[in-house]
Each structure stands twice: as C-alpha cells, then as structure tokens.
C-alpha cells in the first residue's frame, strides 16, 4: 500500500476528509468522531499495551507501522489481519504478556534491514 493509505488506516489522517491529524492511534478515525468505535469512550483512547508496543517499535526504528509487527509477530495472515480497535487490543494484549520475547523479534527485524542494506 502507499503512504496515503497506509496514513488512514493508522488514523494519521482524516478517513472523511484527509486531513493531517497527526501520528494516528493505529485504526481509523475522523476529526468529526462519527465512525462507531470513537463512540465510545473505552476504545477512543489506545490503552497501555498499544502504547508500550509502538514506544518500541518507534525507539527501535522499525521501517513499519506497530500493527503490522505486531500482526507478523503473532504469525496472523495478512488476510486476516484486521484494524478493527478490538481487535488491535487483543493482539497487543497478548503481546503484552510476553513482552520480552516480543523485544527480541524486533530486533531480529532490525538487525535483517541492516543487513539487507549493506
């Protein structure tokens, strides 16, 4: 996917209207808050475990977006990858419970674009 696309689907960018937002929380959103998930008060914000795993994926440098790590790593098919908030959550809670071995593939992933560049 390109940039513009792969910017709203994280929620970096109006889904309505393509507006800027900002870095997105990993799924969809509006500036008009009408999509069903930001509804709802319990999902609008990402919950820890989504804030821990893209802290490390941003401070490792990985070249992807959290999500899709997090959706490798779980070994999930791309056809059944989905953005839907809930299921994010699930995924990144799971991650969360073995956070270690979650680190180490991450930087296995660094260290595979190292040497794909030289």
Same mark, same amino acid.
């Given at each position: ?17 393509? *507006? @800027?937002?900002?870095?997105? !929380? ?7 808050? #009408? $999509? ?35 959706? *490798? @790593?779980?070994?999930?098919? !791309? ?7 809930? #299921? $994010? ?30």
């Amino acid at each position: 996917m390109g940039d513009i696309a792969d910017g709203l689907i994280n929620g970096d960018f109006d889904s309505e209207t393509g *507006e @800027y937002l900002g870095e997105g !929380p990993g799924y969809p959103r509006t500036r008009s808050k #009408s $999509l069903p998930w930001e509804k709802g008060k319990s999902v609008n914000a990402p919950p820890g475990h989504i804030n821990r795993i893209r802290a490390l994926v941003k401070e490792l440098k990985i070249y992807k977006k959290w999500h899709h790590v997090a959706y *490798e @790593y779980r070994k999930v098919p !791309p056809n059944k990858r989905s953005l839907d908030p809930r #299921s $994010l959550q699930r995924v990144a809670k799971g991650i969360c419970n073995e956070f270690g071995a979650f680190e180490t593939y991450c930087k296995t992933l660094i260290t595979k674009k190292d040497e794909q560049t030289k």
